[in-house]
């Protein structure tokens, strides 16, 4: 058994003399995938109906979670070796994310109120989306990137995140109004997957991601204002005092609300490439040179 064991380990050290690592030079990596939005970040609903069918906005949505839905994510990376085997890696990423991507608008009829305290219905439509772009350094290791064929690979990224959200809505052809909120936040993703490598200059990669957005940087906004045609509000994420007049019929008076704590996190599975953007061409065969006389041979 201990000479098998030898024998293994000696056919490895020659193989990692004589191999190259999947991509020695540095290489971009372009992703898309699904995102599955995690703890106060998802929201089953952001509507809800009175008695009589009235729709309205939900006083849960910014209060106690964000709304999130099933969304998409676009990603690239640069990864830059550090060793001549690209086992260990310095990454630089970008991404975005796009939530409640496969959630249809929601419609129905909602209340309007008029100076006189009476109350009209009117035909309305709500839509809402959840954001986030992102910056990330990291670092990767990917411990059989030498068997230039099939390795697997783990990271862990620092993110700068932007979070934005905004809540539309429309009840009629020349009446809309929206509600924008935006936050800066700092926080890390933890990534592992597969590589294949197809040729010498691109690859298969496939993963899971879990990102977790908003661990620095939480912010208490005090009595700060979400309301129709606001395109500054904050995300309070750490149990901030709101006014707002979002959830009652248009043209109602506004209230206060409390904000609970946020955890803004979710989970990511992508299918992508490697491409590397430095592979050095094929060198042609030039045939060498020949003086221009020919050669002759004299016999006397």
Not at 34 to 43: Q, V, Y
Not at 171 to 187: A, C, Q, Y
Request: include cysteine; aromatic fraction near 16%.
């Amino acid at each position: 058994m201990k000479k098998i064991i030898l024998s293994c380990f000696i056919l490895m050290l020659l193989s990692i003399n004589n191999a190259y690592s999947q991509f020695d030079k540095p290489v971009l990596t372009v992703t898309i995938g699904l995102s599955n939005p995690n703890d106060e970040l998802r929201g089953d609903s952001y509507v809800s109906y009175d008695t009589l069918g009235n729709i309205f906005i939900d006083s849960s949505l910014f209060a106690t979670h964000l709304g999130g839905q099933l969304g998409f994510q676009m990603a690239g990376a640069v990864k830059i070796n550090f060793d001549k085997y690209s086992i260990t890696r310095g990454v630089l990423s970008m991404s975005y994310n796009n939530f409640n991507t496969f959630q249809s608008r929601q419609s129905g009829t909602t209340l309007v109120k008029f100076i006189n305290n009476t109350y009209q219905q009117r035909p309305v439509e709500y839509n809402y989306d959840f954001n986030n772009f992102a910056v990330g350094l990291g670092l990767e290791v990917a411990p059989t990137s030498f068997t230039n064929i099939v390795s697997p690979f783990f990271n862990a990224n620092f993110n700068f995140n932007f979070l934005s959200a905004q809540l539309t809505r429309v009840t009629g052809i020349n009446d809309s109004n929206n509600v924008e909120l935006s936050s800066f936040r700092m926080g890390v993703n933890f990534n592992a997957g597969i590589e294949v490598k197809v040729n010498s200059n691109i690859g298969i990669v496939a993963g899971l991601k879990y990102d977790m957005a908003n661990l620095i940087y939480k912010e208490t906004k005090r009595d700060g204002f979400i309301e129709w045609g606001s395109s500054s509000a904050s995300i309070n994420d750490a149990e901030g005092r709101y006014i707002t007049n979002i959830y009652y019929p248009i043209g109602e008076a506004y209230n206060y609300y409390q904000s609970k704590e946020k955890k803004i996190n979710w989970g990511t599975a992508y299918i992508g490439v490697n491409v590397n953007l430095f592979s050095d061409a094929p060198k042609k065969k030039t045939p060498p040179k020949t003086s221009g006389f020919k050669k002759y041979n004299y016999y006397f």
